[in-house]
């Protein structure tokens, strides 16, 4: 039996999988316990799209490459320093491999009325970012339950935000509605990533 503090210590980015694809109740049970992670006025806004089709995930592939192409492009109009261009094509890289993935998901959030939207809307508060703010904390506590749960059950994640530096809104390609924050993909592990060094406890914080 795994302890919790195995969990958080054990958990890894892995990038490459075994061809193994995990039973679906394994996924339903990362997700089982996403569901009932906190949300602001437990408004639940956070969604997963579990990204089956082949043809969408060709759509995927072929989008994130137009947009590597189109960043190049700019990068090269504008004259920009060789390190951006290099950053542009080694994130595409290590990207590519979510198309490949055993269970590929997006990650998105409905749209929810805040606090923060009533007060402008009545003209008290100037616009502002909380609401996304809001929406990506409670993304990351729902995406942090579901990796920890697939890491109990021994299976390993990655999240990615990346690709949608180069896909740019996918509402269409994915048929959703949803502001969506990232992509996390799933799998057994086919390489064991080395543990990486963590900032001492008196660096994380500080006493006031």
């Given at each position: ?139 990351g506590l729902s995406l942090s339950a579901f990796i920890l749960k697939g890491t109990e059950l021994g299976l390993s994640t990655c999240i990615l935000t990346a690709p949608l530096v180069y896909l740019g ?40």
């Open positions: 039996m795994m302890t919790f503090d195995d969990i958080i210590r054990g958990r890894r980015s892995v990038r490459r999988y075994t061809g193994e694809k995990p039973d679906r109740a394994l996924i339903e049970t990362m997700l089982e316990s996403a569901r009932f992670s906190p949300s602001p006025s437990h408004s639940q806004p956070v969604r997963f799209l579990l990204i089956e089709s082949e043809k969408v995930r060709a759509r995927l592939a072929e989008r994130m490459q137009a947009g590597r192409d189109r960043l190049l492009a700019e990068n090269e109009a504008l004259s920009c320093s060789k390190k951006i261009r290099n950053l542009i094509r080694a994130y595409h890289r290590y990207s590519e491999f979510m198309i490949a993935a055993p269970c590929l998901l997006a990650v998105g959030t409905t749209r929810v009325v805040s606090l923060e939207d009533q007060l402008r809307t009545a003209g008290i508060t100037p616009p502002g970012l909380k609401h996304h703010q809001d929406l990506d904390l409670t993304t809104p996918i509402g269409d390609l994915l048929g959703e509605d949803l502001r969506i924050t990232c992509f996390v993909t799933a799998g057994f592990a086919d390489e064991q990533p080395r543990p990486l060094e963590r900032i001492p406890v008196t660096d994380l914080c500080r006493v006031l």
